[in-house]
């Protein structure tokens, strides 16, 4: 039997924006493509992130670095055309940059390394100089298109994941931590109100935190904020185009989103924003878990808790436009995205788009729900299976709140997702799992990827309204209670309409 | 129990298109509305009807008879500015126009009296000539802009419901006969490629038939087609903004189509085409069964045969930008609109698209079901809990379907409309019937106004698909049944994703 | 010759935003239309007016005042279907109402007066209560649905144009007196801080600001602004579907925005804003001059300095959707529009595209120019042929400014509207006066609507750019000067491409 | 003083649609960018070419060929998932495909070599039978997809340039003749209705012809077209992100289209169509020539001719949106693009327009000038200064039409293009020549970038209207004759309009 869980009239807290602060993209040249800018469109119309945080800004494949020989000597253009279509039309869209300076581009590199199918240098640049020129460049140019009172709130992260040797040449803490501080420094000396950040390290690697915090004290390096990555999947089985892998218990992503204040107590860094520039389930582009019910469920306590933790954590990624392990073959491919391909919805977007519906005002928070409050009054309840990372769960999993509400009657709207609900990765399943959707299948998906809507009327008793919530399995829901005021009239009979003799019996 | 209903694998018909080939509208003026522009693309988007009805087009309001003095004479001017916008539209929306000719302009009129809120005029032409002049000025008009060709397509009706006083003053019979007289064969002197028809007549006015049909043989007049309404409602018990009735069994509104047939068998006007050119269950625009899933259940066998009756039957109206009983006081007003004001969607809408999604050959039909099949061999089933009118059915409806399919699996996606599916109007009682919805209202109901979708695989044996489908109270459902080609590769287990250890459970 | 107006380089003032403060539209219940909604749609994304006012929000086909009988009892419903379909939209719009508390539902109305083809009624109400209960429940549930702060900012106007027998039945100053008190208490007795003026008089009635301001003194109603309207145009000429007039001189427009100025000076509503709730050349709807050039080259004066003399002045109307004098019968009939119907624009909807495009700091204000300059550095003028209201104007008109410009090049960017350039009617006239034109002709007019472009580059010397501009015969024209950084690199060199190697001939 | 062209009643023959047949596109991933995809809505809702022709359908990064390791052995997948975003985008839009089979996926090739900055692979297959599969997999998977109706409607060309070094690895004939019979069977093989053609060969390979045509008919390979291309420019000059190149006379692009007949001529494959897969002045993606008016009109009496010599000849390419030479590092860089990077139009992108504009009957055709009847009797002419490749023209160019026109009133619609109308390259360099305009500056490109338009009436004697036109340098223009029919009422007099009291001065 279920316990009831009363829920207090007076909020226990805020829940704070951290949640949507910042989400992750694949490399930036992805952005100029058309299945990404529909994807954003929907993503920000029905969720609304406030920054946006991919690879490759300084990559090949954006152009920006551009040397060439005139008058028989070397020089080099900065060339924006593509940055500026990208940033154009995120700041369209409602969505900031979270810049992150990297990779290398080929004509500074010092190496031949590489990461991806598309080839990100990770080498050192090859001239310091004309690296601190890149970033001035690309930092002025910036000011220079958005002006500094927008730029000043995009921040700006120093490389990416500097402790492992696929993404930078050695893992070579040494070099990264000169790379921080002649970069840090080139950016302040543009502007000293641009934020300036890093280590960008990944899951598994606190031991950069002390080193890291020990040079930017003894540099005089700049730091506004420090960030890393969480991801909470084991090693990858492999298959043909997919791996499989273990996770985690959800709350060992909170652990890693707290691990960089408790690394930093008593260092000069200490009491800096924390920013968790990527986090997921798995860390792999073609992990089915991220196509699942199941990774909505398991992510549902993060995201209500998450901003307790960090300033942000950045879902890795908001879409399937992604190559880092070549080009999809199918439509479902275990991709990062909230959206598949063609926009199509996975249960986890779906949680955002539940948290975005979520009240300012927490009333009480739990292993499976989160309740909220509008300023206008309506309740906003996030519920959600707990799950452990490994098991499925039971078939169903129910719970029992008491809610504080203000008048007699009361609107009760549901959506749900679950395996059942709201779920194209099981339509895709039904249709087996076709690889290239047709017209006709792609309609059944997107129509499938709807979330379930119940709609009912309730009455409160005592300023409290009992909501009993079963949920089916993997079940993510929301449901809002909007107070109702009754503005039917005396004459209103709806048992003389035909059909409806006994309302009773029909409502 | 429920017997299996054995569907046979050929068709036993066609379905034709008699469904769609009309809908009706709120006099023409209202086309210029915005709403009504909106709602008209949502329809043609979703449905596809091919052509649209509606009163009023030589009224005040469209402002095409416009008497002028010069030179100390009266003369008239013919303008367009308005039925151009309205047509020009409509062209643009891919529906054409079944024109009504409609009512008198008051610079015409030979008397006062007007129908409705909107007072058409509804007295003969005080000036026969000036009335050919106005028909031959329409007609020319209209072919001047769009062609012959296009124009041919559009049947010409001479006024609305002569036979009843309000409509026609005096319901005179020998009046409304000369009107046909002198408009049909203005309208041939045009081009005799031009289809006209009538006599519009109301339900309940069988005894019209015998005397048109003898008048158009001793006139002359040409005739295309003919055309009458049906409606199955009883007297009208008003309450404030509203009123309450009764509704027959729905096969006498399959009665009435079929009313013209066996009304002119054995006269001249035997086996011209047949058009309801209204139809619904009540004939009253605030008549609250308009806006239930109730309504939807009652007519979707009418729709599922109409065509066996019909050359077309037009379903009235469209949409809820009407105001024959003045401007409607509530969002929902039992209005006879597929789509509520705002592109709202009711019951009946749906039970429409889901006509949209059928395939062209019948399989099989019964009380409660349609089975069809596409051209690529999918299934679509419409099918729906039977009422006759007056109780409300049981809670529940149960009906088997062995179906005959190619492969051994299949994906089987339903989509619901019930007293709890895709019900904007119960939504609306639940949020205690606000007159004015708010934005946040709004927006709750149009989510409550999605059929529910639920989508699983099947799995087929010796070609027969067994289809067990249970309908929640007033259901109208379609079931769409596509083969499936599985292509999951010998590498897949789902069961090794986090938690799907146990897939069978899962799904 | 014509003598240089060397422009200071420090700003003498600054442009207000009085110009674009408000706008006119028909009746309210055209907001419903297709057309007026996309024509709003543009004319808010070129220009930008922050409100809109139009008559009939009050009367019968708004539908707000709605009697009915219930339990043998009289009883009224206020129903905000329309008007709140009509705000809806314009805020979506970006736009808000200046709201005008006018004219009188018929089921409240003491007479029969009626004005326009449209039947507003004019008569005082038959129950002053049930008046107070309708202006009190309109309010309040303007700010139930859009909150105090928002209508906050909603200027409430009672009535319009009292001073005339055709506006207020016998121009019964009393008993608008009377109306305004009763009106304008019930406002404020909402919520205090609710904005509320009158008296909303016509041209040539001065004699009404004496007797306003006393009774207002006396009666201690409040007053938070005046209003009256501006129009210059004689006595109507008749000609079918239209009337010729005479214009006065443009100043005297001016005259009229400043007269509630001079003539409460001394009063208790001295100090009070001023808002022009009409203006516009002639006051007919059917007068042709609004469809010309001269219209808005005699205009632009006016948008020029109005701001001087009153807090905003609202060009009578934004569209030609607008049935005063019954549906217009051409597509170019003299209507008030900026826009035409199906959004073609007039050379006047250019002037504001023109104003919308000007700095905020005023250089330099002339006879025949307004020199502005934007934050960013660059300048825009704008320059017109000055005429008087009688005479054609020379065939061309010149002027020359010393303009203050940072750098040593610029770029000198020209739009031009005149009897040859962005002239639909003039195009209109040139294809026959077409009443109906086809979609080929309403192509060819839209693209004859657009002002013609001219690009090319200019060099200042001594930090002044000598621009010398010659206008065609009512011309308005809009210049923008944009300093100009040269990137040319050092190896470019057009006469290398074929055709262009005596580049200085090209250019 | 120029002569009068007399330009007959009569028909001297058809315009044919090669001009618009088909149309050139950068490398086929780049049909997934956003810009792209905006680029080719603009292009077809204002040109509406039938096919797009571009590279790269089986480079890797459209990620069809997809070898991978199972089970200890290679096999191979082919992926859609690019390919059918790309196709389901152009066919929504109206264009179909015109299909080249290359490069060579990585992994089936059998060298290293690749051209351009995108590395596309040209060296044969690896592996005949794994080509031979691709080749069959991909046709099969288009015609699941598209149906074989359609696909039949899109001609498949075997491979690009292959007599080229830098395209096809040595420019070896012999193995190119033997990529084209496994390949021309292989498409056989699925469907022999499907179109396959070859050779694409550059300008200046003529001696490939007689080859081609022997070993087609000794080898019985299948041929439904021959193909080849077209360009007039000289060698590169380099400069730093650029060339200059001479420019051959126009005459030589048509003789060009016409080698094909001309060298095929009594061998087996005489009389097929001839496609002219691409064709431009210059062949380099950064030839400044391609932005300039010049281009435009030197390339005009090749579209008003070419119909005459192949059967289609396609711009090579609709857009900027292309990175042959690297990412474009400046708005203009002299692309081949009809429109620009963010849709900007240059001159040659009007020419189109115009083309589009044309009616299909010609009745005259000079060497400045094509005259052409609409169905509905209006007329429209395309006219251009004759330019020869080298010098610059004149600075303007007369002509004299005696047009044959049904009454005595016409309407004169003019756009024009030239070095001061509609020439966004010419507003560039006023601009300074911004490498990254500003949104600003992007405003004032496209802006003038719009043709000039001028509108007049003109009257006829005899029949006969006579057309003065003066063209600027380097003009492009299209005059549209509309023929007028007056609906000016007695009583209309623009003398009493205000401004109007002469009219004849006016207009």
């Not at 040797?165 to 990264?176: E, I, L, N």
């Not at 002390?210 to 909470?232: I, L, M, N, W």
Request: net charge negative; aromatic share 10%; glycine share 8%.
């Amino acid at each position: 039997m279920t316990a009831t869980v009363a829920v207090p009239a007076e909020p226990i807290g805020t829940l704070s924006d951290a949640w949507r602060e910042c989400v992750g993209t694949g490399r930036l040249n992805l952005a100029l493509r058309h299945d990404y800018v529909e994807s954003l469109k929907r993503v920000q119309r029905e969720i609304g992130f406030k920054h946006l945080r991919g690879h490759g800004l300084l990559s090949d494949d954006v152009g920006i670095h551009r040397p060439y020989e005139h008058g028989g000597e070397r020089r080099v253009r900065h060339a924006f055309t593509y940055a500026d279509q990208i940033f154009d039309s995120w700041l369209e869209l409602g969505i900031r940059p979270f810049v992150e300076l990297g990779f290398m581009p080929s004509g500074l590199a010092s190496g031949d390394q590489t990461v991806f199918w598309w080839k990100g240098n990770v080498t050192p640049p090859a001239d310091e100089r004309e690296w601190v020129d890149l970033v001035t460049g690309v930092v002025r140019h910036l000011i220079d298109r958005y002006g500094i009172d927008e730029v000043r709130t995009w921040p700006i992260e120093v490389w990416n994941e500097p402790n492992l040797t696929h993404f930078w040449q050695g893992a070579d803490q040494a070099a990264y931590h000169r790379l921080y501080e002649i970069t840090s420094s080139a950016i302040k000396d543009v502007d000293a109100s641009l934020q300036v950040g890093g280590p960008a390290i990944s899951p598994g690697s606190d031991e950069w935190w002390g080193p890291f915090a020990d040079f930017v004290e003894r540099s005089g390096s700049p730091v506004d904020f420090v960030s890393r990555h969480a991801y909470t999947s084991g090693p990858s089985q492999h298959v043909p185009f997919g791996v499989y892998q273990t996770l985690a218990r959800p709350e060992t992503l909170l652990e890693q989103f707290d691990a960089p204040r408790r690394h930093l107590e008593g260092t000069a860094l200490a009491g800096l924003p924390t920013h968790i520039t990527e986090f997921n389930t798995s860390y792999r582009p073609d992990s089915p878990v991220h196509d699942t019910a199941y990774n909505a469920t398991y992510l549902a306590p993060v995201l209500a808790s998450g901003g307790d933790f960090a300033d942000s954590f950045s879902y890795w990624t908001f879409c399937d436009v992604f190559e880092e392990e070549n080009i999809p073959t199918s439509i479902f491919h275990g991709g990062f995205g909230l959206l598949g391909h063609r926009q199509l919805a996975k249960p986890t977007y779906h949680l955002y788009t539940f948290m975005a519906r979520l009240g300012a005002e927490i009333l009480a928070r739990g292993a499976d729900h989160l309740v909220t409050r509008h300023a206008d009054g309506r309740l906003a309840i996030l519920a959600w299976q707990p799950v452990d990372g490994t098991d499925a769960g039971a078939a169903s999993h129910s719970l029992r709140l008491a809610l504080p509400v203000a008048g007699p009657a009361a609107s009760v709207h549901r959506l749900r997702v679950s395996e059942t609900d709201g779920n194209a990765w099981n339509a895709w399943r039904d249709l087996g799992r076709p690889h290239h959707p047709t017209s006709r299948q792609l309609d059944l998906l997107h129509e499938a990827s709807r979330p379930t809507v119940e709609q009912r009327a309730a009455r409160a008793a005592g300023g409290i309204l009992n909501l009993d919530l079963t949920l089916s399995q993997h079940e993510v829901t929301i449901v809002e209670i909007d107070p109702v005021r009754d503005e039917t009239e005396a004459w209103i009979d709806d048992a003389r309409i035909p059909g409806y003799a006994q309302t009773a019996g029909v409502r």
